[in-house]
C-alpha cells in the first residue's frame, strides 16, 4: 500500500462522521432565533402574552358586572299575593328599576370587552361566571317587567271600584291613582299614553263626586 492511500485513509474522515461533527453547527441558527423570540425585549411567547392579557381583562371586567341575586327576596315581596296593591305595585316599582339599571351596566360591560365572556382555558371559568351572571339579571328583569305589566293592566280592570254603605253609592280608586300613574311612568308600556287618558278620566270621576258630596 503507497504512503498516500495509508495517509488518507488515517486522516480522512467518514462521511458519517462529518455529519456529527457539523450537526451542532447547523442547530445553532435554530437556538439563536428561539433565543431570540424569548427574550424580554421580544415579548413573551403568543401563548402566554394571550393568557395574560385575557385574564388582566376578564378580572377588571367581571369586577365591573353587577349580580342580580341580591334583588330575589325584594322580587318576592312584590309577589306576595298576601301584600296589598299598593304594596306590590311599589315593590316592583323599585326593583324593576333597579334590575333595568344592573341589566343595562352588564350590556355596557360586555360590550367594552366581550372576552369576558368567551376566555378559554384558565380563565374558562371566570367566562362561565360572567355569563351567568348576565344571564340571571336578564331573565330576572323580564320575569319582574311582565308581573310588572300584568299586575298594572289588572288595577286597571277596574280602575274605580263602586262602594255601597249607608245607602249611598261612591266610588274609590283601587290603588293611588298618583301612585299608578308613577308606576305606568316607570313600566313605560306600550298602551302608556291610553292608561294615562284613563287614570285622567277617573280623576274627574273622583273630583266630580267629591264636590258633589
Given amino acids: 500500500m503507497s504512503p498516500g492511500l495509508t495517509r488518507r485513509l488515517t486522516f480522512g474522515a467518514p462521511p458519517n462522521d ?18 431570540a423570540c424569548a427574550h424580554p425585549a421580544y415579548g413573551p411567547p403568543d401563548e402566554d402574552r394571550l393568557a395574560a392579557a385575557v385574564t388582566g381583562d376578564t378580572a377588571e371586567a367581571k369586577g365591573q358586572l353587577q349580580a342580580c341575586d341580591d334583588e330575589q327576596e325584594a ?13 306590590r305595585l311599589r315593590s316592583y316599582m323599585e326593583v324593576v328599576k333597579v ?16 372576552d369576558i365572556t368567551y ?3 384558565a380563565n374558562a371559568q371566570a367566562s ?3 355569563r351567568q ?16 305589566d300584568d299586575l298594572v293592566h289588572d288595577l286597571f ?14 266610588r274609590s280608586a283601587r290603588v293611588s291613582l298618583p301612585l299608578l300613574r308613577s308606576a305606568v311612568d316607570v313600566l313605560a308600556p306600550s298602551d302608556a299614553d291610553a292608561l294615562k287618558e284613563k287614570l285622567s ?10 264636590k258633589g258630596g
Fill in 119 to 121: 376566555a378559554g382555558g
Fill in 157 to 170: 280592570q277596574p280602575l274605580l271600584v263602586l262602594d255601597i254603605s249607608g245607602g249611598h253609592h261612591t
Fill in 133 to 148: 351572571i348576565l344571564e340571571t339579571c336578564r331573565q330576572m328583569h323580564g320575569d319582574a317587567r311582565r308581573e310588572f
Fill in 75 to 87: 322580587l318576592g315581596k312584590a309577589r306576595n299575593a298576601e301584600r296589598s296593591e299598593s304594596e
Fill in 99 to 114: 334590575l333595568a339599571e344592573r341589566v343595562e351596566q352588564n350590556q355596557a360591560v360586555a360590550a367594552k370587552d366581550p
Fill in 18 to 35: 462529518a455529519l456529527a461533527i457539523l450537526r451542532p453547527f447547523l442547530a445553532l441558527p435554530l437556538m439563536l432565533v428561539s433565543l
Fill in 201 to 210: 278620566e277617573a280623576e274627574k270621576v273622583l273630583q266630580a263626586q267629591k
Fill in 128 to 130: 362561565s361566571d360572567s
